[in-house]
């Protein structure tokens, strides 16, 4: 089974700045197969990414995905307040797919 | 616009089977674009693969639960089930159903999934 780490765990960031948050994977993974989702307290996970930097329909254009191999980024440009949330990675190039344990973004 | 309804028991006892249900309205299951999933999120934590179903029948599960789980599809009603049996403490979760967009090729399926059900909270105790 494929591990995603991410880091940081938690993210202190004020509304306007940048954040920029990684999964790294414990083994190789084909970027066509990796998603991006995130989740509100309360609420269900909504997909941000997938195919590693695809937007799903609706998602603003200050979120965007990148990487290769075992390292992939998400990243937000620039924070609005409905922004912060806790976000997960997921890969499914591998059964299981499975999640990284979350990046929670918090207003500093 | 497609929506997804997971229904089913809040409160499973110990060593029984857990049945939850996922009500899809409008449109239709029958997709061949589409699989059916289950995920599970334990209070606090993070997110759990429990497996994935098509229209056809074919089913797909997480190794860690294959002996424990079955997952049906009934598409006379729009409708796919998950049953967990032998639930321990552990299984405490919030359950999601969910439309899942991907291939499967050779058995193995290649999914994420981009619409996501109003999530069930089943604990298990006595």
């Known amino acids: 089974e494929i591990v995603l780490t991410q880091s940081p765990d938690t993210l202190s960031l004020s509304p306007g700045e940048r954040a920029t948050l990684s999964c790294r994977a414990s083994q190789s993974v084909s970027s066509r197969y990796v998603a991006w989702y995130q989740q509100k307290p309360g609420q269900t996970p909504r997909l941000l990414i997938y195919g590693a930097s695809s937007r799903a329909t609706g998602i603003p254009d200050r979120f965007s995905g990148s990487g290769s191999g075992t390292d992939f980024t998400l990243t937000i440009t620039r924070l609005e307040p409905e922004d912060f949330a806790v976000y997960y990675c997921q890969q499914y190039d591998s059964s299981p797919q499975t999640f990284g344990q979350g990046t929670k973004v918090e207003i500093k | 616009q497609l929506q997804l309804q997971g229904s089913g028991p809040g409160l499973v006892k110990p060593s029984e089977t857990l049945s939850l249900t996922c009500t899809v309205s409008g449109g239709s299951i029958n997709s061949n674009s589409y699989y059916w999933g289950w995920i599970r999120q334990p209070p606090g934590k993070g997110l759990e693969w429990i497996g994935t179903?098509?229209?056809?029948?074919?089913?797909y599960y997480n190794p860690s639960l294959k002996s424990r789980v079955t997952i049906s599809v009934d598409t006379s009603k729009n409708q796919f089930s998950l049953r967990l049996s032998s639930v321990t403490a552990a299984d405490t979760a919030v359950y999601y159903c969910?439309?899942?967009?991907?291939?499967?090729?050779?058995?193995?399926?290649?999914?994420?999934?981009?619409?996501w059900g109003r999530g069930t909270l089943v604990t298990v105790s006595s």
């Open positions: 179903i098509h229209s056809n029948g074919n089913t």
């Open positions: 969910a439309r899942q967009d991907g291939i499967a090729v050779a058995g193995k399926g290649y999914w994420y999934s981009d619409l």
